[in-house]
């Protein structure tokens, strides 16, 4: 297990301006231009820094799917999905979202994987929805798709359900905290021990914590 310690915010910025989630500056440049669009939170130093590490570890594997379809469960605005492009090419990434607006939002900051559904945002609530199976409706299609990874970096903020839908061929992504203190917190871990217990894998690829000032963040990488 790896422990990443990063004790001030500084030492979090030192992290994320060496990590993997560099924001292009056509994408830096909309962001700033619509700034009052966007969550600013969606981009705190703590994010930044999970997401990067999240893809550090994810594309540097030794497992990684040649032009995967992926779905992200919970995916807010979409914050991954371009450098998902970048360095995972994926040949298509769903980001699966309970709010309406967020979908919206996400699909605009990702507009230019919208052609040919490189990217397509879905409203839908996750722990509803078969992950070894997912259908949903989206754009006025009724969707049929087994996705080759499924990421969860929002584990927090919902209950087990999703996860014991994914079936033994499919690669997971997760991320949770143990920051039971924050709005929407529902369904934390308090350790390693616990995330692994409570989301067993039976062949695990990564699994590591980073300690923040905040919080604690949690990620395993494998299969059931």
Not at 85 to 106: F, L, Q, T
Not at 153 to 171: A, G
Request: charged content about 20%; overall charge negative; aromatic content about 10%.
């Amino acid at each position: 297990m790896e422990t990443i310690k990063l004790s001030t915010w500084q030492a979090v910025s030192d992290y994320c301006d060496a990590g993997f989630l560099q924001i292009r500056m056509s994408q830096f440049e909309h962001l700033y231009q619509h700034a009052n669009y966007y969550p600013r939170h969606a981009y705190s130093k703590g994010q930044l820094a999970s997401k990067s590490w999240l893809l550090d570890k994810l594309c540097n594997s030794e497992i990684l799917i040649p032009n995967p379809t992926v779905a992200i469960l919970g995916s807010w605005i979409g914050s991954l999905v371009d450098p998902l492009h970048r360095y995972m090419p994926c040949e298509r990434i769903y980001g699966i979202d309970a709010d309406p607006e967020c979908v919206a939002i996400s699909e605009k900051l990702n507009q230019e994987y919208l052609e040919g559904w490189r990217y397509k945002g879905v409203c839908a609530d996750v722990t509803q929805l078969d992950c070894s199976n997912m259908q949903f409706e989206t754009g006025g299609e009724l969707i049929d798709v087994t996705p080759h990874i499924i990421v969860n970096t929002s584990c927090e903020h919902m209950n087990s359900d999703w996860f014991d839908s994914v079936s033994t061929e499919q690669l997971i992504v997760m991320q949770t905290n143990n920051s039971s203190e924050f709005d929407g917190h529902v369904n934390t871990c308090a350790s390693v021990d616990a995330m692994q217990e409570q989301y067993p894998l039976s062949n695990t690829v990564y699994v590591g914590e980073m300690h923040t000032p905040a919080y604690t963040r949690l990620m395993q990488i494998g299969y059931k």
